[in-house]
C-alpha cells in the first residue's frame, strides 16, 4: 500500500501509475502537455474539529488523467491510491479526461 503524506508522495505515486514524468501539479495555460498525462491540482481543505479547535487538516487534490485513447488501465490504477474516488470522465477536444479526487 502506498502511504501518502504530502504533495510530493502524491506525485512520485502519479508518476510511477503513469510509468514517466508526464505529471504536472498545476501548469500554466502555456505549458504544452505530452499525452497521456496527469494533471493535479488543490482543491481543498478537510478540516477536522475537536475540543473547540483544529485537530487535522487534510488536503484535497483533484486529478485528471488525459489521454488520447480511452484507457482503463492507469484510472484503475489511480483509484488503487488510498482515499482516492473517481469523480467524472468527459471530452474535450477528443481527448478523454478522467477525474478523481484524493485526501491525503
Same mark, same amino acid.
Given at each position: *500500500?502506498?502511504?501518502?503524506? %504530502?504533495?510530493?508522495?502524491?506525485?512520485?505515486?502519479?508518476?510511477? /501509475?503513469?510509468?514517466?514524468?508526464?505529471?504536472?501539479?498545476?501548469?500554466?495555460?502555456?505549458?504544452?502537455?505530452?499525452? $497521456? %498525462? /496527469?494533471?493535479?491540482?488543490?482543491?481543498?481543505?478537510?478540516?477536522?474539529?475537536?475540543?473547540?479547535?483544529?485537530?487535522?487538516?487534510?488536503?484535497?487534490?483533484?486529478?485528471?488523467? /488525459?489521454?488520447?485513447? $480511452?484507457?482503463?488501465?492507469?484510472?484503475?490504477?489511480?483509484?488503487?491510491? $488510498? *482515499? %482516492?474516488? #473517481?469523480?467524472?470522465? #468527459?471530452?474535450?477536444?477528443?481527448?478523454?479526461?478522467?477525474?478523481?479526487?484524493?485526501?491525503?
Amino acid at each position: *500500500m502506498v502511504n501518502l503524506t %504530502c504533495r510530493d508522495d502524491l506525485k512520485k505515486a502519479l508518476r510511477t /501509475i503513469i510509468g514517466s514524468k508526464e505529471v504536472y501539479f498545476q501548469p500554466p495555460e502555456s505549458q504544452r502537455l505530452t499525452y $497521456p %498525462c /496527469i494533471i493535479y491540482e488543490l482543491g481543498d481543505y478537510n478540516l477536522i474539529h475537536a475540543d473547540n479547535g483544529k485537530h487535522h487538516i487534510s488536503e484535497q487534490y483533484n486529478i485528471t488523467l /488525459i489521454t488520447k485513447q $480511452p484507457d482503463e488501465t492507469i484510472g484503475k490504477a489511480i483509484l488503487e491510491l $488510498p *482515499m %482516492c474516488s #473517481f469523480n467524472r470522465p #468527459f471530452i474535450n477536444d477528443g481527448l478523454y479526461h478522467y477525474v478523481f479526487t484524493i485526501y491525503i
